[in-house]
């Protein structure tokens, strides 16, 4: 809980008032915490949602979802189930985590332009020098013995490289999960000196947009969706479950911030 702390912390402007030290009024994790637990207590849905978007609380995104289930009890939609799968998703969004036809998008960016990937493309290609090296050593070889010396340096050296293509794909899939910020403009959507990011337009997020979520139903095998059902039902109600998702968090987010304000006055 003490990271959850800091993150939040961080996040609701407390630092504002723990840094202001000289003298003046700080708030401890004492009173924090119990902040957040009243918090907690009078908007749990608002205060988990929080918890899910800023701290990856897995407890917070269980009771988020069985909440989600009971707002489909008053809709009068004919596809339920498609509608949940919906909501799934629209949580993801409002956790910022990327759909899947944009985690192949994301992990080649983050194989192509992290710092880690650069580095390993520098070590990549220093071997490549290498063995080309080699390669033209072989041609003016004259016995055999040292003829398989330099192959089997080659071969090592081809090992070196796909251990580290390895490395960086399993660092790229690693990566996407964790964050839909564009690895190439590090969510700044600029690029410095050519103005706009073009991996993402500018956003510095990958946030699907309402196509890329319906292409998401399909990913997920829930098959073609017809445009009718699409407009009609299953387009509002992803959009209505989003809006609830914001709507609740910020209220709680608000609350935090005026109760902490209290505190700070008491
Ligand atoms: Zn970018």
Same mark, same amino acid.
């Given at each position: 809980?003490?990271?959850?702390?800091?993150?939040?912390?961080?996040?609701?402007?407390?630092?504002?008032?723990?840094?202001?030290?000289?003298?003046?009024?700080?708030?401890?994790?004492?009173?924090?915490?119990?902040?957040?637990?009243?918090?907690?207590?009078?908007?749990?849905?608002?205060?988990?949602?929080?918890?899910?978007?800023?701290?990856?609380?897995?407890?917070?995104?269980?009771?988020?979802?069985?909440?989600?289930?009971?707002?489909?009890?008053?809709?009068?939609?004919?596809?339920?189930?498609?509608?949940?799968?919906?909501?799934?998703?629209?949580?993801?969004?409002?956790?910022?985590?990327?759909?899947?036809?944009?985690?192949?998008?994301?992990?080649?960016?983050?194989?192509?332009?992290?710092?880690?990937?650069?580095?390993?493309?520098?070590?990549?290609?220093?071997?490549?020098?290498?063995?080309?090296?080699?390669?033209?050593?072989?041609?003016?070889?004259?016995?055999?013995?040292?003829?398989?010396?330099?192959?089997?340096?080659?071969?090592?050296?081809?090992?070196?490289?796909?251990?580290?293509?390895?490395?960086?794909?399993?660092?790229?899939?690693?990566?996407? @999960?964790?964050?839909?910020? /564009? $690895?190439? *403009? %590090? !969510?700044? #959507? &600029?690029? @410095?000196?050519?103005?706009? /990011? $073009?991996? *993402? %337009? !500018?956003? #510095? &997020?990958?946030?699907?947009?309402?196509?890329?979520?319906?292409?998401?139903?399909?990913?997920?095998?829930?098959?073609?969706?017809?445009?009718?059902?699409?407009?009609?039902?299953?387009?509002?109600?992803?959009?209505?479950?989003?809006?609830?998702?914001?709507?609740?968090?910020?209220?709680?987010?608000?609350?935090?911030?005026?109760?902490?304000?209290?505190?700070?006055?008491?």
């Amino acid at each position: 809980m003490s990271r959850a702390i800091e993150l939040f912390a961080r996040m609701h402007e407390v630092r504002s008032v723990t840094a202001d030290e000289r003298g003046h009024q700080t708030l401890t994790g004492d009173v924090i915490l119990a902040v957040f637990g009243k918090v907690q207590h009078k908007m749990p849905l608002g205060m988990d949602l929080l918890m899910a978007k800023y701290v990856h609380d897995v407890p917070a995104v269980n009771r988020i979802i069985d909440v989600m289930a009971t707002w489909l009890n008053d809709e009068p939609s004919k596809r339920k189930d498609l509608a949940m799968a919906l909501s799934y998703v629209a949580l993801d969004v409002f956790c910022d985590k990327p759909v899947a036809s944009q985690k192949r998008q994301l992990a080649a960016l983050w194989r192509k332009y992290s710092d880690q990937a650069k580095r390993s493309n520098r070590l990549i290609k220093g071997w490549q020098v290498k063995i080309k090296q080699l390669q033209r050593n072989l041609d003016s070889c004259e016995t055999q013995t040292a003829e398989e010396r330099l192959l089997s340096a080659i071969n090592e050296f081809e090992a070196l490289i796909i251990k580290e293509r390895r490395r960086i794909d399993e660092y790229a899939q690693c990566q996407f @999960l964790k964050s839909s910020t /564009c $690895p190439r *403009c %590090s !969510g700044t #959507g &600029l690029i @410095l000196n050519t103005g706009e /990011c $073009p991996s *993402c %337009s !500018g956003h #510095g &997020l990958f946030v699907p947009s309402v196509d890329n979520i319906r292409q998401h139903l399909r990913h997920i095998g829930l098959g073609r969706v017809s445009d009718k059902l699409w407009e009609n039902e299953l387009k509002p109600w992803f959009e209505k479950c989003l809006t609830k998702l914001y709507v609740y968090s910020q209220d709680a987010a608000t609350e935090i911030a005026h109760t902490l304000e209290l505190e700070i006055r008491h």
